[in-house]
């Protein structure tokens, strides 16, 4: 099967003018077939707060009201989206932005108001890696905003993480699929505040082991759990990384069943 | 040739929940291939002004600086783009929300600054019918946003009524192209407060009189003449008429060469 890149990257690298135009060049420089998953959550943020709309946030998660989520429509689907997507069409990829909505590729379920209440926020129900896989086949590189539909009409803030897993789910019988999930640090780290103890190859037994000694926890627990769920669903590769080793893959910490 | 019918809606229709719902219904129930072109310039008018970003107009024209691309790209790419969307899904319209920039289907230049500076405003180029046609045929429904790109990175604010004219001339090879402008009014008015007085059909002799006599001016000019230019340039039928009239093309002001 040919090779498929997806990569992940956080709020941070698209938001700021400079970090971004490192990501479009090291994304372009990527050989082969690719698909990029953005978020945008600061910059969410910083629009509701000109906007006076507060920001709630409860474990990471955003609640998204009314207002919360005109806020995101605008910025995932439209301001960060487009940056990105006319920036790679600068350097000749031939990007299209794309939501859940759009050809119906990625339908989520809203998620219970109980014990919660996140308002707008959608759990991945289904996606559509045949049309992606036609789309991605005709040399289109998509560029997915993290958001998608629950098939009535609604727009649902939907975790990028999660889009990115399930996106690569789809795809893993129509191509041999590197999953890359970007992030602020070297990689998965024995210490936390040092770079160099990047923990380069990673087994769910290590991963049982790091759990139970406490070195890995919060927020990296549902990520790496995810992680492991798409290899566990065919996904070949998967590599935590700083976007700013897109050019050398053979960095960060590759995850193994 | 297989029909196509494109529509082109502006903001008003788009940005009230009643009026948008209507015109989904509406356009839902357009039989065979079709299109749709959006404005949203009232949303953005609102959207700066609860952001105090002020909104400068010269002969209907918006002065699109750095702060107001951004509030045009979120409510046109972002806000109103993907709420169509959605809402077409939900009626099982497998639509695709698209800017110029997307797939380079529509590639503009930025207007020289000179006589009027409109800043990031985008004449159009080029459109890609090629790209488009293969999108319709695969049974896609695109939603086309006012915005283009110049190929060098960045987004450019362009007229919605030109993008859909140059979307018609470029699919005019491809489909038998109906082109329908929805408008405020029941078509072009005798008498601007008169709905019954609308002319039915309109060639372009009666148009030179009507001009001639001052019965059609100001902004409906360059309306007018964009559409007799799609005609010229092979699209088969052009209809101005009100939104509320999509379920029935009898109605309206039908142009002829």
Redesign the interface.
């Known amino acids: 099967m040919e090779k498929l890149t997806i990569v992940k990257v956080g709020g941070k690298i698209v938001e700021d003018k400079k970090s971004l135009d490192m990501l479009l060049a090291d994304f372009s420089s990527i050989q082969g077939k690719k698909l990029l998953v953005h978020g945008g959550g600061r910059s969410a943020t910083q629009?509701a707060a000109?906007?006076g709309i507060e920001t709630k946030m409860i474990d990471g998660r955003r609640i998204t009201d009314d207002n919360m989520l005109?806020v995101v429509?605008?910025?995932?689907?439209?301001?960060v989206?487009?940056?990105i997507?006319?920036?790679l069409?600068?350097s000749g990829i031939?990007?299209?932005?794309?939501?859940g909505?759009?050809?119906?590729i990625i339908l989520s379920e809203k998620r219970k108001p109980s014990p919660i209440d996140f308002g707008w926020v959608g759990d991945v129900r289904h996606a559509d890696g045949k049309t992606l896989s036609?789309i991605i086949n005709?040399g289109?590189v998509p560029i997915i905003a993290p958001?998608t539909?629950d098939?009535?009409?609604?727009?649902l803030n939907t975790n990028a993480d999660t889009m990115a897993a399930e996106t690569a789910k789809s795809l893993a019988g129509y191509f041999d699929v590197t999953l890359v999930f970007c992030f602020e640090k070297e990689g998965v780290l024995l210490d936390e505040n040092d770079d160099a103890s990047v923990i380069t190859s990673l087994d769910q037994e290590n991963y049982a082991s790091l759990k139970a000694k406490g070195i890995v926890s919060g927020g990296m627990i549902p990520k790496l759990d995810n992680a492991f769920a798409t290899l566990d669903a065919g996904v070949k590769k998967v590599l935590i990384t700083r976007a700013d080793n897109l050019k050398d893959f053979t960095r960060g910490t590759h995850m193994h069943l």
Chains 1, 2 share one sequence.
Do not use: F, P, S
Request: hydrophobic content about 40%; aromatic content about 2%; proline content about 0%.
């Open positions: 629009l000109k906007l005109e429509t605008m910025v995932y689907g439209g301001l989206n487009k940056r997507v006319a920036g069409q600068a031939n990007a299209l932005g794309l939501t909505a759009d050809m119906n036609h005709t289109i958001l539909h098939g009535q009409g609604n727009i």
